[in-house]
């Protein structure tokens, strides 16, 4: 069974025989770039010097980069990346809080074909264990793990082998020998190298971005 429901977006609601209901926008999907990144690029150009992403320092003022600063820094994390020789598709686990940072390495990762994984803050914050952490790298044999500060975390990811897994952190790094510093992943050129070019051209609307 289908029926057109007349609301402010025209859309149309199937009834399957199974019981589900699926619900269609009945307008097209507008023209979108194959790389979703090419936005990021257009706007730095468009709008060099307009702030784009913005946090709250240590002090409480606001903190933050221009599209031009932050293209040139996503660029410099995937080549930083490509650097690493990781598998092709290898995904990219990510622990922190909403912050610049968490979103340079996504960035970075999708425009070159990494998928990113997400993972909840308070799964290792306000866990006793980490378990939830632990299930999530094991059940998407995440190549690389990125956290935002390792005193925080690193006491529970220590209770388990963590060998051939990359670890990376925004701070408290040099405390842990497993730990590399999230800085060492900026590599000198703004631009994207050639090979890192090639993957981002590479990158399909079939792309997996995100897990």
């Known amino acids: 069974m289908i029926i057109e429901l007349t609301t402010a977006v025209e859309a149309v609601l199937e009834k399957r025989d199974n019981g589900d209901l699926l619900l269609r926008n009945k307008i097209k999907i507008a023209e979108y770039p194959a790389n979703l990144l090419t936005w990021l690029r257009e706007n730095a150009a468009r709008f060099p010097n307009k702030p784009f992403l913005q946090e709250r320092g240590t002090d409480g003022a606001w903190v933050g980069i221009t599209y031009a600063e932050a293209l040139a820094k996503v660029n410099q994390l995937s080549n930083g990346l490509v650097a690493l020789n990781l598998a092709a598709d290898a995904p990219i686990a990510i622990l922190s809080h909403n912050c610049i940072n968490m979103a340079l390495i996504q960035f970075a990762a999708m425009q070159i074909g990494y998928p990113v994984i ?3 803050f308070a799964y290792s914050v306000r866990s006793e264990t980490g378990v939830l952490v632990k299930h999530i790298l094991d059940t998407t044999n995440a190549a690389m793990l990125v956290m935002s500060d390792a005193d925080i975390h690193m006491p529970k990811l220590s209770q388990w082998d963590n060998h051939g897994r990359r670890l990376f952190a925004f701070a408290n790094s040099n405390k842990y020998e497993d730990v590399a510093d999230f800085g060492g992943l900026f590599a000198v050129e703004h631009e994207l190298c ?18």
């Open 194 to 211: 050639d090979k890192a070019e090639k993957w981002f051209t590479a990158v399909t609307p079939d792309t997996l971005a995100k897990i």
């Open 118 to 120: 997400p993972i909840s």
